[in-house]
C-alpha cells in the first residue's frame, strides 16, 4: 500500500506539472466539448487525464482524456435511450471488482487516487460509463454474437488456444538420392539471392514441385505448431519480406518467405489428431507416375472415395493407407504438407521407396475438455461484441453533433 501511494504521490507531481498551466487557465466547469448538446467540462477533462496517469494508462494528457470523455458520453446516451440503468448495488461491485486489481478495497483505492488529485466521483464515473456500455453491448448484440456448438466444434478442430500464425510462400525441391547435391546447390543459391517477394514467386513458378508453384508459392496461414519443428524454427527468426534457409525434411527441400505473422492467433491443442490417407502410386516421381496422381485426384473428392479407386483399380494390398494419429507423431515432411491442406484436399509432392505417395487430407481431430469448449465460446463471444460495439460507437460518432 506504502509503495501503491508513493507512486500515485509522484505521478501526480509530474501530471500537475504537465497539465497544470493549460487547464489553470481555463474556467474548470466551462465546456471542453459538447456532445449532442451535453457539455464535458475542463474539469472532468483534468480529472480523466489525473486518473489516467496515476493508473498508468494511455490516454493520461488532455486531448487523450477529451476523446475518451466524448466516446463515454455518446455510450451513455446510447445506453440510456435504450432503458439501460445501473443499481447502487451493481456500481459498488463493479467497484469492488476493479480496486481488486490492485489488491485493495474501493475505499483504499479512492483514498489512495485522492492523494494524486482525484475525486471520487471521477472513479466512480469511469466504472459506471464502462458497466453501462458494456451492459447496452451485451443486450443490443449478445443475441447475434454468440457462437453455436457447431462453430465452436470447428474452432476447437482448427485451433483454440492464444498461439502464433504464419503467412508463408514456399518453394519445395523434391530430393532424390540421384539429385540430391544438385538440389541441395540450387536451394542454397536461391536462399543466397532472393531478396524480393517478387523474385521469389518467380523462382517458385519456375523451381517449386509443390501444388502451389502456380500462385508463386503462396500459402494461406498456417498456424505454427501445426507445421513441421524445423520449418517453425527458421520461420520465426525471419521478419517479414526475409527468406529462410534451406530445410532439409528428407523428401524435399523447403525454402520460406515470410509475408506476415500474427502472434494472437489460435494454435491447436494439444489433443489434436490429424485423419489422413496415402495412396502409392509405382514409379516415384516419374512423369508418368504425376500423370497417374493427377488422374487419381479428378477422380476423388473426398479421403473415401480412395476405398472406391483402390478397387475398381485392383490396387496390391498395402496401396492405400489410412491412419489418425497425433500431429506430434507425424513426420516432418508429411506433417509440413498435412499443415497446408483442407479437409478433401491432396499433395502429390512427396515420394520415397520407389513410390509416388498421393496424400489426402481426411480431417482434423480435437478431444477438447469442457473447460476447453467453454472457454473457446466465450473467446468467441468476446471478440465479435468487441467488434459489434466497436462499429457502432464508430456509427454513434459520424452521427453526432460534436463541438470542441
Not at 443499481?87 to 478495497?105: H, I, K, P, Q, Y
Not at 503462396?218 to 520449418?231: E, G, K, Q, V, Y
Not at 476405398?307 to 507423431?329: F, I, K, M, N, Q
Request: hydrophobic share 40%; proline share 5%; charged share 20%.
Amino acid at each position: 500500500m506504502n509503495g501503491f501511494l508513493a507512486t500515485l504521490g509522484l505521478a501526480a507531481m509530474l501530471l500537475t506539472g504537465a497539465l497544470g498551466a493549460p487547464v489553470a487557465a481555463q474556467q474548470p466547469f466551462a465546456a471542453a466539448a459538447t456532445v449532442n448538446g451535453q457539455a464535458i467540462t475542463n474539469f472532468q477533462v483534468q480529472q480523466r487525464a489525473l486518473f489516467f496517469g496515476l493508473l498508468r494508462a494511455p490516454g493520461a494528457d488532455t486531448e487523450s482524456a477529451t476523446q475518451a470523455l466524448i466516446d463515454e458520453t455518446l455510450q451513455n446516451q446510447a445506453a440510456r435511450a435504450a432503458g439501460i440503468a445501473l443499481t447502487e448495488e451493481e456500481l459498488d461491485e463493479g467497484m469492488v471488482e476493479f480496486a481488486g486489481r490492485a489488491n485493495l478495497s474501493p475505499d483504499q483505492f479512492i483514498a489512495a487516487l485522492a492523494q494524486g488529485g482525484v475525486e471520487p466521483e471521477t472513479f466512480r464515473d469511469f466504472v459506471r460509463n464502462g458497466m453501462l456500455w458494456r451492459s447496452y453491448v451485451q443486450q443490443r448484440f449478445g443475441p447475434v454474437s454468440r457462437p453455436s456448438d457447431a462453430e465452436i466444434d470447428r474452432k476447437l478442430a482448427r485451433g483454440g488456444a492464444p498461439g502464433v500464425r504464419v503467412l508463408l510462400s514456399e518453394i519445395a525441391l523434391p530430393l532424390t538420392p540421384e539429385t540430391a547435391g544438385e538440389v541441395q546447390a540450387l536451394a542454397q543459391r536461391l536462399s543466397d539471392t532472393i531478396t524480393t517477394q517478387a523474385g521469389f514467386e518467380a523462382a517458385a513458378r519456375q523451381y517449386s514441385r509443390s501444388n502451389t508453384a502456380q500462385r508463386g508459392g503462396r500459402l494461406d496461414w498456417l498456424n505454427l505448431s501445426n507445421m513441421a519443428p524445423p520449418i517453425a524454427e527458421q520461420v520465426l527468426t525471419l521478419a517479414p519480406g526475409q527468406v529462410s534457409d534451406p530445410v532439409n525434411l528428407g523428401s524435399f527441400i523447403g525454402l520460406f518467405i515470410l509475408r506476415d505473422l500474427d502472434e494472437n492467433a489460435p494454435t491447436p491443442p494439444a489433443g489434436l489428431s490429424i485423419d489422413y490417407a496415402e495412396y502409392l502410386i509405382p514409379g516415384g516421381r516419374t512423369p508418368q507416375a504425376l500423370e497417374q496422381a493427377g488422374r487419381l485426384r479428378a477422380r476423388v473428392d473426398a479421403c473415401d472415395d480412395l476405398y472406391g479407386v483402390a478397387r475398381e483399380d485392383r490396387a496390391p494390398e498395402g496401396t492405400l493407407r489410412r491412419e489418425t494419429r497425433p500431429v506430434s507423431e507425424i513426420p516432418a515432411d508429411l506433417r509440413q504438407e498435412l499443415a497446408k491442406l483442407d479437409a478433401g484436399e491432396a499433395s502429390m509432392l512427396l515420394a520415397g521407396n520407389g513410390y509416388l505417395r498421393f496424400v489426402m487430407l481426411c480431417g482434423r481431430d480435437a478431444n477438447a475438455s469442457e473447460d476447453a469448449f467453454r472457454t473457446l465460446g466465450q473467446q468467441l463471444l468476446n471478440q465479435r461484441l468487441t467488434s459489434y460495439s466497436d462499429g457502432y460507437l464508430e456509427e454513434l460518432r459520424a452521427d453526432a453533433v460534436i463541438t470542441r
